[in-house]
């Protein structure tokens, strides 16, 4: 058992790992944390709200963080995930806005009196878990592992040649925390691309016809226009459920242990991260570096499988 808190920019990948999170019995899902990312906070902020009252949990609490990066401006990408953050769904209003107390305070409070160690599962720009870890140095003993879906070595970026979106949005907070000292876990593009949702699942989601899969049957198809128009590829990797599943099924998964950091400076490769595949700098090793998935097709199966188990209402 994980006992979990999921910092999220929702997004319709997003949507799915809290999804996939809240139909798990394996994660204890303390809370969920929002960042400024491919929204403003506000919406990012709804957005979460919505998504656990979609799946009938409105008790799970949902809190506000950073409205912005440590030293640059926010980014949002409404051009990937349309003007909600999540589109392909007719999402009810939320019901209620989130906790009161700033997430970073949530995130402090709940690593340093909570029995056993929590892990984190980042899924946008890492802002709020670098501002923790910055004003209580001393929850990283308190932290399990860092499990974050960003960056990207072998596949190089999404935003540039170089970076991938979580960390080109906030490069000082990923490089926080890979050094850290915290176990970390990267599932970045690598991992990503070799985990391509099948063709047309949106279709086989849809075939469910509970109001949840619904939903991501509609922001499936959302997300599958969007990569079929820029990529041309007929299938899309949802990032950040890839990155709950490889917390959850870490057997289908492959990455090596090696030295992880992330490069704030370059004129053509800020928001790289540098991995150290082949151990050449002699750095301790840092991070899980995912970057392959042995049977896919077996990893959406067992997500829709959960998935269409989730009712609403509560
Ligand atoms: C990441 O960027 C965001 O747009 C997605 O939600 C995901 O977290 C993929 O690069
Ligand atoms: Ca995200």
Redo the contacts with the bound molecule.
Sequence with gaps: LHHVIID???????AF?ILLALASPELNVLGLTTVA??MGLDQTTDNARRIVELAGRADVAVHAGCARPLLRGPRP?PE??GDTGIDGWDWAPARRGPEQGHAVDFLIETVRTHAAKVCLIA??PQTNVAMALRMAPDIADNIERIVF??G?FFEGG??TPAA???VL?DPEAARIVLRSGVPITAVP?DC?HATPAPVNWSSSLAAHGSEVMRACAGMMAFFERYGNAKHGTASRPL??AV?VSALLWPELFTGRLCPVDVECAGELTSGMTVVDWLRQTGKPDNCLWLRGCSNPDEVYRRMEERLAKLGSGG
């Excluded at 999220?8 to 997003?14: A, H, I, L, R, Y």
Aim: charged share 15%; proline share 3%; aromatic share 4%.
């Design positions: 999220t920019d929702p997004g319709q990948d997003d790992a990312g491919n990408v990937i995930h899924l946008g879906m960003g990207g999404n935003m991938e979106y979580n949005v593009l990503t990032h950040d990155a």
